[in-house]
């Protein structure tokens, strides 16, 4: 078969400030020597262009691979375990209770292998670890990344050691510890873990995907855009809804849009991105409220873990993409957050964690406030599984009703269910 897979094994070029525009080799490195800007992988756009086509993509794995040719990986064998080209589900229920009419749910709450868009980027992250000759791995994680890291590791025959702040949802940690990594549990929140990992890849020389991996890590959300397009026709949506969490994730999503225009594959349009934060952890959101261009650190106090980083890396570049998209925003506090959850489910059978109920309770805020016209074509982007923060909804949704085995029990029963007044949950007869 001949595809961009094959032809362009050389199409990532260099690391680049971000912010001062110094370049550097293709190592294991994230920060600029000179300004301490994040550094970022750049790509030869014309042998893009030259080279891939929305045929060779097509033509190649159904799996985020399909656009190696845009990934910062060499080798023509990367780590695939079946990552990506999850659902774009239009929300027809969803648009009609908010008032839309085009709307669309990324549904990575059903990603492979570990239900959350983290293995797009882990999948990524060790494909080039494994390039650059690292045997451990490893990550500062709020769980998610965690579990991802470990299963992609275990798959790919890399030793593994993980931290996670010692507070996080038993399943996040039971599907970490499942594939047989070192975890460590660290007293302190995120920021506080990230701190540690940073000295541990100094001392120990490991490859953090989220740390000294960065630049190649984060290039893994890009695939969020692509797939969109693609699952549009090969169109772009008028407004995006993503979760906010160190910002990074709202940026590639954004070039991975801009990078589509820019080879030809789809026409240009000024896509509006907007975001969402937890109250409980919500710098960034509190940014655009107050219309500055930094970032005050906060220390995180909310339900959703999974985006609970008090100093995010990346929040200054979402909010310009937020700023000069037209886009916004928003934070949600924590009754919202199950609310969305609960409304996701509801209405398309979707069990979404604590990201995607801040995302939808978002969706309906921005709505409400007149901020989302029903006429775009709106995307509203679901990263993780609900199977992980169950704790979240406990208490929250009802109980079955319990009955005897005999048909005269169960009349009763559902005659009691249809005189009671729970517009929030439906019986579930046992």
């Not at 600029?32 to 097509?58: K, M």
């Not at 406990?394 to 079955?400: K, M, S, T, V």
């Amino acid at each position: 078969m001949t595809s961009a897979i094959a032809q362009t094994t050389a199409t990532f070029s260099a690391l680049k400030c971000k912010e001062c525009g110094a370049e550097y080799e293709l190592k294991a490195s994230h920060v600029c020597e000179f300004c301490f800007g994040p550094l970022e992988v750049t790509y030869d756009y014309n042998a893009l262009r030259r080279s891939v086509t929305r045929e060779s993509i097509q033509a190649g794995p159904n799996s985020i691979w399909r656009y190696k040719a845009f990934l910062p990986v060499a080798t023509d064998n990367p780590i695939d375990v079946g990552t990506g080209m999850t659902p774009l589900v239009k929300a027809n229920r969803l648009a009609r209770r908010l008032g839309l009419k085009n709307l669309y749910i990324k549904n990575d709450a059903v990603n492979m292998p570990t239900l959350s868009f983290k293995d797009r980027v882990v999948s990524v992250a060790l494909t080039r670890a494994r390039e650059l000759g690292f045997t451990t791995v490893s990550c500062a994680s709020t769980g998610n990344l965690a579990n991802s890291t470990a299963a992609i590791a275990a798959h790919a025959g890399l030793d593994c050691c993980v931290f996670i702040p010692a507070d996080l949802e038993a399943g996040k940690v039971l599907g970490t510890l499942i594939y047989g990594p070192t975890v460590m549990a660290v007293e302190g929140n995120y920021d506080q873990v990230n701190r540690l990992c940073c000295e541990v890849a100094n001392t120990y020389g490991w490859g953090f995907v989220n740390i000294n991996l960065r630049p190649y890590y984060s290039e893994g959300s890009k695939t969020l855009g692509y797939e969109v397009a693609e699952q549009l026709g090969w169109q772009l949506p008028d407004h995006i809804v993503a979760p906010l969490a160190s910002g990074s994730l709202f940026t590639k999503i954004y070039k991975g849009f801009q990078e589509f225009v820019q080879v030809g594959l789809v026409d240009e349009k000024k896509v509006r991105f907007s975001g969402a934060q937890a109250e409980g952890c919500s710098p960034i959101a509190q940014a655009y409220r107050e219309d500055r261009d930094f970032i005050k650190p906060v220390k995180p106090s909310t339900i959703a873990k999974s985006i609970a980083i008090g100093n995010p890396a990346d929040g200054v570049y979402a909010l310009d993409i937020a700023r000069k998209t037209n886009g916004n925003i928003e934070s949600v506090n924590d009754a919202e957050i199950i609310e969305g959850i609960k409304l996701l489910a509801e209405t398309e059978g979707i069990f979404t964690e604590t990201a995607g109920g801040t995302t939808v309770a978002v969706l309906k805020k921005l709505v409400e406030a007149g901020k989302i016209d029903p006429e775009e074509t709106t995307v509203v982007y679901i990263t993780g599984n609900g199977l992980k923060t169950q704790e979240a909804v406990q208490g929250y949704i009802g109980e079955p009703l319990t009955i005897e085995a005999k048909l005269d029990s169960f009349e009763r029963a559902i005659e009691r269910a249809r005189t009671l007044d729970r517009l929030d949950w439906q019986p579930v007869l046992v």
